[in-house]
């Protein structure tokens, strides 16, 4: 047990709290048992328990570092000698241990229940869902206050209920999963449910493999949290963890070809060709994902530069940021693809799609890094830059009858086939220059009296 | 113990240190003053290893800050300029998790709790919980929490803000028994008048950089600082007193700032050359705002 974990149990579980939420619960689920068949002590433990371990304990978890922070005690905590993993678990677990304990009441009850209704595999399974959503959603939390305490110091009940928010979307996307392999919710959302779930050419039966899946994915989001909990306490990083993690989302996501519309514009498209054209999508989304989240910090690009000019490259590839990483498999991927069209026959519509594509992307960050390396809010404004770029200037040229100029604003097929991709190569170009030249010249000087030091 | 080569330190829209060099020996107590703004925060986190240099180098204890700065950390107290506690947490408590978070083994922890709590005098207010603290106290279990594991280095920012006179002195006399038990410190402070009580030198920051380009030594008990006045201005004043050897801090047509001898006959020496050179001495005497004279006189002041 960390220190970190058992400080929070000195504060989280006093005598008295334990009592209140024992106290509660027993009240909740005597009413439940004495007020009808509506409403069963299983049902109401799993609401208690997704509002308890989920709604609550994600809001927790968000809190555990911002309040270290507001307290002004996130330095000394970073000065000690607690290990990242001690910190991030007992941050985790230990903001979170009076949710658990109250969730560990309504396991135990739908255990119990489960159990007495004769239905012990299934109840086993939905435990352990219970538990990964549960872990997910605070999990989820805690690695978005920690990603977002790289980018500004101060947070508001706003970023709070934020971090909070985006952990309960990370449970509501488990529980929605979960339901693709539950015949009954599935019934009642009007879906069409699935026992078999086709994935890189076999077929393998969905519950298990949902539940594998998520149970991953809970790892992988774990993982994210130590990584920041590290760089938190002065550590590095290194690049591995985040290339297993795109090597893994790549071939997972590969794996669904099978869920592909053939029929539509991948037409007649084989396997490899689908799998690659997944796997560069999937790796676009991570950059833009990663590069809103992470800080583009100019004195680090300056830094890149310098150890790239004094011949230390190896010392600045293991500091990559994810989105540079991201942005690279990206363009990998989309090479091999394109090189996979061309090899197959499928002439040159295809590639010259995946060509602008690739331009959009590298013109989109861009973008993002001129925007945000000397401005707080530079992100917002590359947002609006390309809300702008992808939906209301075409919107515009589509209402005035200038069609043969969408290519300039999202990958479509233009006449002649490669002047598209050439114009949006264009464009990508002239964004690179003004993003590289903000982040070598802009406001390189010594201030004066009026530094916030 | 602490050695800083042309550290340079950015913000993305700002560099905050341009350049600074500094040494530090083991067993001082070096104080850290100068404008608000200065970068002396700023500093302080950097020899914390909390902050990466753009370039330059920290090393503590021959520790490269930015190649280790975990190894560093177990080495290293620092009190924060605005810091918390958990006010909830009883004193004991809160030692207690400082001292598991240093790594103190079990066994050793009680033992270290209480050498702590001794040293910065809590050692009655063990049951008390920090948030019924006053802000003296408040300091001092600050101090204690970040000294349980005996670092070599003690870094302080702003350690005697807002607290009482009694409490000031309080604060000198633990910052000098933590010296004489063998830890570096460096403080970062505003009040000038008190650092003569407990700093060997003082480092001027201002604007990013070293003023002066080195330290000042604050108290020499062997050569202290004398004010002389004279009553009819002279613009060769300083130009004398350089000439006659005399090591010259700050001087006017009025006034100069030395740093001379403590020896009686050498002193009466210098009076006589003055005196005998037409100056109309109106007072020769220890400078009491030495310290202030000297602050002020390096102000604007670059390395080269």
Sequence with gaps: MGPEFRRNLWLELTPRRVVFMIAILALVFFAAAVSGPSWTPYSAAETIYYLIVVIWGARNAGLSIVNEIRDRTWDLQRLSSISAAQMTLGKLFGSTIYNWFGGAICLTVMLVYGFAHGTPGSTILDLIYYVIVGLVAQAAALLASLVAIRRRSAHSRLDVFLYQFLGVVAAIAVAYVWEAADPESALLLGRKSSDVIPWWGAVVSARPFLLLSLAIFAGWILAGCYREM???LKMQNGPLVWAAFLVFTGLYVAGFDAWLPHEAVMANWNVVALRLALASTTFAALTYVMVLLEPKDRVLYRWYASRIASGGVGLALWGLQAWIMSYGATVLVSLALIWWLFAQGYGAFYPAIAVAGLGFLTRDVSIFVFSSATRRRGDFVAIVALFALYVLIPAILDGVGLKSMLPLFYPTPSNPVWLGPAIVWGEAIVAVAFAVSRVALGGKRVASGSWQS | ??????????????????????????????????PNGAGKTTLLRCLAALEPPYSGVVTIDGLDTRE???????????????????????????LTYAAWSHGIVVTAVEGAIAKAAERVGLSDRMESKAGELSRGLRQRLGIGQAIVHEPKVLLLDEPAAGLDPQARRDLSVLLLSLREAGMTLVVSSHILAELEDYCSEMIIIENGRVAGGRPIKV??????????????ARSDFGKFLKDAGVDVVEADEHHALIIHTRNAAARAKLLHDLVTAGFEVSSFGESSKALEETYFSQIGKRTA
Aim: net charge neutral; proline share 8%.
């Design chain 2, 1 to 34: 113990m602490i050695e800083v080569r042309d550290l340079v330190y950015e913000y993305p829209a700002k560099r905050a240190l341009e350049g600074v060099s500094l040494v530090v020996p083991p067993q001082t107590i070096v104080a850290l003053v100068g």
């Design chain 2, 219 to 232: 108290k020499d008990v062997d050569r202290p600082r004398y004010l002389i006045e004279i009553a009819t």
């Design chain 2, 68 to 94: 280790h700065p975990r190894e560093i950390h177990t080495r290293l107290g620092y009190l924060p300029d605005f810091y918390g506690l958990y006010d909830e947490l009883t004193v004991r408590r809160c």
């Design chain 1, 230 to 232: 590290r760089r938190e």
